[in-house]
C-alpha cells in the first residue's frame, strides 16, 4: 500500500491509487502468477530441479522446424500484403467517391465475422463441391485451367500442403483481417490535411511522390500501430489451419500449443511441451515487437533517414 | 485515356473489390439455408434458392407419386415414390426443407392422379429450418448460447470495474507511473492469450474456476482492461470536472453529481469498450478450448462442428447465428469510432 502523507488509515483509503487496487490484484493473480508459473515450468524437470530438456524435447518435437518456419513465413507475408491492400483501400474510400461509404460498409463486413465461422465459411468453399470451384465452374475459369493445364478435373483444395497450404492460409487471414488494418490507417488518413498533398502536387510531385514523400511519412505512427499489432496476431495463427487442414498437417506455433494441450493426453509431458511451447511463442513474439519498433524508429518508410 | 473511361474503370474495380466480400458472405448464406439434398448439388447457387420446383407424376402400374426436382440444369432429376402423404411429408421437411401438412400435400397431389398428367409444384423452403435443427443436431448448442452471453457479460464487467477506474485515475488524479502504467497495458495486450491459458489451466483447477465462464472471462478481461482504461481515460479527460464542480456547489451530493453529470456524459465510452469486451468473449475459440471442458460457448461448438461433413448446412446456419451479434456490435462501434476520430 502507498504511504500517505498523514498515515492514517482513513487517508490511505482515500488516496487516488485505490483506484489501482483492483488492477493490481487482477494481473498479479491472473497474469503475472501464470506466466512466472509457465517461465519456471517450462525450466524445471518433471523431477523439479532446472533443466532444459523440455526445450529439447520442444526442438525434438518433428513438426517443430516446420511450424517455426510456417509461422514466421505467414506472419511476415501476410502483414506485407494486408498493408499494401489496406492503405490502396483505404485511400480509395478516402477519395469519397460517390457510393464510398457503401464500399466501407462492405469492406468492414469480414471484420466481424468470428473466426471459427471464417473456419465454416472457407471450408464450405474448399470442399471439393464446395462454393470455390462452383464459381470456377460457372464463370468458365475452370475450362481455362484445365486449358492451362494447372489441373485435371476439380481442383482438391484441402489436399494442398506445405508452402501452398500456408499461402491458402494467407490468402484466408488476408480477407478476414484486412478491415481492420485498412480502418486504422483511414483514420490516420481522415486526420490527414489534404493541402499538403496538394501543394505536393502543385510543385510537380507525381500521385505516387505526393504518396511516398508526404502521406506515408505523415501518417506514419498511425501505419507503425496498425503493423505492430498486426504481426503479433499473424505469429498467433493456429484456427484456419486446423478448421481446414486438421491438426499435425500445416503446423503452426500455436496450433501445436492447441495440439498438445487439447488432442494427445501424454500426462505431464504434454502439459510441459505446451507449456514450453507457450514461453518460446512468447519470446518470438516479443523479438519481433522489439525488433520491429527499433526498425520503424528513426527511419521513414520510403527508406531514407530521417 | 478520358475521364469518362477512367470512372467506368475505376467502379469496375470497386465493384470487383466489394464482389470479393460479398460472393462468399452469399454462399455461406445459401448453404446456411440449404436443405441436405441441395448440399451436395454442384455448382452451388450464389443466389438464395427459396423455392423448389418439383414434379409430380402419378405411376398407374405400381400406383405411386413420383417425386422430382428442377436441377441446376433445368431438368427434372427424380427424388422419390411413395403413395403414402404422410411418408412424403415427412421426405419434403427431411431433404428439402418444405414444411407442408399431409392435407395440403394431397390437395396439390391428387391432381396428377385425377389427371394423369406430370403437375408442376413450386413450393417454398422454410429457410428457418435448418436454424431449429442446428440446437437439435449438436447437443448442448443452446447451452452454449447461454455459455458465451454469461462470458461476455461477466468479461464486461470485469474490464468496466477494473478498467474504468484506471482510466479514472489517470485522467483526474496526480498518480505517479502513468507512463508506466500506459506500458504495462500495452505489454498485457501483446501477450497471446493462448500462452497465458496454459499455465492458467493448472490455477484454475486450483481456485476452482477450471470449466466455468468466470474462468474464460479472467482471460477475456486481460487485454480488454487495459483498453478500457484507454478509452475511458480519453473520456474523463475530455468531460470538464467544472460542470461537476458547479453540480457540487448547486448542492448536489458526490453521488448526485455523478449519476447526473459525470455518468451521462461519459457512457458512450463505456458503451463502446462493453462492445469491445462482447466482442473478445464472443469469437473467441481458443481459449474455451482450453480452458473448458464440457461447458463450451458457440464459438467453440462452431468450431468442433467441423467434423461431420453431412452436417455443413447446419454447421453454417450456427455460423450465421454466431455472426449477427458480432457484425451488429462491429457497425455500431465503427460509428462510435468515427465519432471519436472524424
Given at each position: 500500500m502507498e504511504k500517505n502523507k498523514k498515515g492514517t488509515v482513513k487517508s490511505v483509503f482515500k488516496s487516488p491509487y485505490m483506484f489501482l487496487v483492483p488492477a493490481l490484484l487482477f494481473y498479479t493473480f491472473f497474469w503475472l502468477l501464470p506466466v512466472s508459473l509457465s517461465l519456471i515450468e517450462s525450466f524445471t524437470s518433471i523431477d523439479g530441479g532446472f533443466s532444459l530438456e523440455n526445450f529439447k524435447m520442444m526442438f525434438d518435437d518433428p513438426l517443430f522446424?516446420?511450424?517455426?518456419?510456417?509461422?514466421?513465413?505467414?506472419?511476415?507475408?501476410?502483414?506485407?500484403l494486408q498493408f499494401i491492400f489496406a492503405l490502396m483501400f483505404a485511400l480509395l474510400i478516402n477519395r469519397n467517391f460517390k457510393g464510398s461509404k457503401w464500399f466501407l460498409f462492405i469492406m468492414l463486413i469480414p471484420m466481424a465475422i468470428p473466426p471459427s465461422a471464417v473456419g465454416i465459411l472457407w471450408n464450405t468453399g474448399l470442399v471439393e463441391s464446395g462454393w470455390i470451384n462452383s464459381l470456377l465452374s460457372v464463370t468458365g475459369l475452370q475450362n481455362l485451367i484445365e486449358l492451362l493445364g494447372i489441373a485435371e478435373g476439380p481442383i482438391i483444395w484441402k489436399e494442398a500442403s506445405g508452402l501452398q497450404a500456408v499461402f491458402m492460409i494467407i490468402l484466408i487471414d488476408t480477407w478476414t483481417v484486412l478491415p481492420s488494418v485498412m480502418i486504422i490507417l483511414l483514420a490516420g488518413l481522415q486526420n490527414f490535411n489534404e493541402e499538403y498533398s496538394e501543394a505536393a502536387r502543385i510543385f510537380g510531385a507525381n500521385r505516387f511522390q505526393a504518396l511516398k514523400d508526404i502521406v506515408i511519412p505523415i501518417i506514419k505512427p498511425t501505419i507503425i500501430t496498425a503493423l505492430l499489432l498486426r504481426i503479433i496476431s499473424g505469429l498467433q495463427v493456429w484456427l484456419i489451419s486446423v478448421m481446414i487442414f486438421g491438426f499435425n498437417n500445416v503446423p503452426f506455433l500455436l496450433e501445436r500449443i492447441v495440439f498438445y494441450t487439447d488432442q494427445v493426453r501424454l500426462g505431464v509431458y504434454s502439459y510441459k511441451l505446451s507449456v514450453t511451447y507457450s514461453v518460446f511463442v512468447v519470446a518470438v513474439v516479443s523479438i519481433t515487437a522489439y525488433i520491429f519498433i527499433k526498425l520503424t524508429k528513426g527511419k521513414d518508410w520510403s527508406g531514407t533517414s530521417e | 485515356m478520358n475521364s469518362a473511361g477512367k470512372k467506368t474503370l475505376f467502379y469496375l474495380a470497386i465493384t470487383f473489390i466489394a464482389f470479393a466480400v460479398i460472393i462468399p458472405m452469399m454462399y455461406l448464406i445459401n448453404i446456411s439455408i440449404s436443405s441436405?439434398?441441395?448440399?451436395?448439388?454442384?455448382?452451388?447457387?450464389?443466389?438464395?434458392?427459396?423455392?423448389?420446383?418439383?414434379?409430380?407424376?402419378?405411376?398407374?402400374?405400381?400406383?405411386?407419386?413420383?417425386?422430382?426436382?428442377?436441377?441446376?440444369s433445368g431438368e427434372y432429376e427424380e427424388l422419390t415414390y411413395s403413395s403414402k402423404f404422410d411418408k412424403i411429408e415427412t421426405y419434403l421437411i427431411t431433404y428439402l426443407n418444405i414444411s407442408k401438412t399431409e392435407e395440403e400435400i394431397e390437395e396439390d397431389f391428387i391432381v396428377a392422379r385425377n389427371t394423369g398428367d406430370i403437375i408442376y409444384l413450386n413450393y417454398n423452403k422454410d429457410i428457418f429450418n435448418n436454424f431449429g435443427k442446428f440446437f437439435k443436431v449438436f447437443d448442448g448448442a443452446s447451452a452454449a448460447l447461454v455459455n458465451s452471453i454469461q462470458a461476455a457479460a461477466i468479461t464486461i464487467l470485469l474490464s468496466m470495474s477494473i478498467g474504468g477506474s484506471i482510466g479514472y485515475a489517470l485522467a483526474r488524479t496526480k498518480i505517479k507511473g502513468k507512463d508506466a502504467i500506459s506500458l504495462g497495458s500495452l505489454v498485457v495486450r501483446m501477450f497471446p492469450a493462448v500462452s497465458i491459458s496454459v499455465p492458467m489451466a493448472v490455477l484454475l483447477v486450483k481456485f476452482g474456476m477450471y470449466d466455468t465462464m468466470l474462468g474464460l472471462a479472467i482471460i477475456y478481461s486481460i487485454p480488454n482492461i487495459g483498453l478500457?482504461?484507454?478509452?475511458?481515460?480519453?473520456?474523463?479527460?475530455?468531460?470538464?470536472?467544472?460542470?461537476?464542480?458547479?453540480?457540487?456547489?448547486?448542492?448536489?451530493?458526490?453521488?448526485?453529481?455523478?449519476?447526473?453529470?459525470?455518468?451521462?456524459?461519459?457512457?458512450?465510452a463505456f458503451a463502446a469498450s462493453s462492445?469491445?469486451?462482447?466482442?473478445?468473449?464472443?469469437?473467441?475459440?481458443?481459449?474455451?478450448?482450453?480452458?473448458?471442458n464440457n461447458n463450451e460457448t458457440l464459438a467453440l461448438l462452431i468450431y468442433k462442428s467441423m467434423g461431420g461433413s453431412a452436417s455443413i448446412h447446419y454447421a453454417a446456419s450456427g455460423a450465421i447465428?454466431?455472426?449477427?451479434?458480432?457484425?451488429a456490435f462491429t457497425f455500431l462501434l465503427k460509428n462510435y469510432i468515427n465519432k471519436m476520430w472524424g
Open positions: 522446424g516446420e511450424a517455426f518456419r510456417n509461422t514466421l513465413i505467414f506472419a511476415v507475408i501476410s502483414l506485407f | 441436405a439434398i441441395e448440399v451436395n448439388d454442384f455448382p452451388k447457387r450464389v443466389l438464395p434458392v427459396l423455392s423448389h420446383d418439383l414434379s409430380i407424376e402419378w405411376d398407374d402400374e405400381s400406383s405411386y407419386y413420383i417425386i422430382s426436382r428442377k436441377s441446376f478500457t482504461a484507454w478509452i475511458t481515460r480519453s473520456i474523463f479527460m475530455s468531460v470538464n470536472p467544472e460542470f461537476e464542480e458547479a453540480s457540487l456547489v448547486f448542492g448536489a451530493s458526490k453521488i448526485q453529481t455523478f449519476k447526473k453529470i459525470t455518468f451521462p456524459l461519459v457512457l458512450p462492445m469491445y469486451a462482447f466482442i473478445t468473449a464472443w469469437n473467441d475459440t481458443a481459449v474455451s478450448l482450453l480452458l473448458t447465428l454466431l455472426i449477427l451479434p458480432a457484425l
